[in-house]
């Protein structure tokens, strides 16, 4: 089965797909997290249908994702602490 859909979706690349490739890859985390554009969507969406390896990455980044997530409790915390140490991120970059 799984022969048949590689031979319609090849996972070889030309130099243009695989440019495509590290884009959509450089895109993951934004459309998981839902941060991407209405136009970055749309690439990555158009990509990932034409792209046998790059949609198994997705499925694999959003399964990972859903899994961490499900086994995190999420604690609310004073303001105070969040600015701290986002200031304490932005001084080591």
Same mark, same amino acid.
């Given at each position: =089965?799984?022969?048949?859909?590689?031979? $319609?979706?090849?996972?070889? $690349?030309? @130099?243009?797909?695989?440019?495509?490739?590290?884009?959509? &890859?450089? =895109?993951?985390?934004? =459309? #998981?997290? @839902? *941060?991407? &554009?209405?136009?970055?969507?749309?690439? !990555?969406?158009?990509?990932? *249908?034409?792209?046998?390896?790059? !949609?198994?990455?997705?499925?694999? /980044?959003?399964?990972?994702? @859903?899994? %961490?997530? @499900?086994?995190?409790?999420?604690?609310?915390?004073? /303001?105070?602490? %969040?600015? &701290? #140490?986002?200031?304490? #991120? /932005? *001084?080591?970059?």
């Amino acid at each position: =089965m799984e022969a048949k859909f590689t031979e $319609a979706y090849p996972k070889a $690349a030309d @130099g243009a797909r695989e440019t495509e490739c590290g884009k959509v &890859s450089d =895109m993951l985390d934004l =459309m #998981i997290d @839902g *941060e991407a &554009s209405c136009e970055e969507q749309r690439f !990555f969406n158009d990509h990932i *249908e034409e792209c046998v390896s790059c !949609f198994e990455n997705h499925q694999k /980044q959003k399964l990972l994702k @859903g899994l %961490v997530s @499900g086994h995190l409790k999420r604690v609310i915390v004073p /303001q105070s602490l %969040v600015q &701290s #140490i986002k200031a304490r #991120i /932005q *001084e080591t970059l």
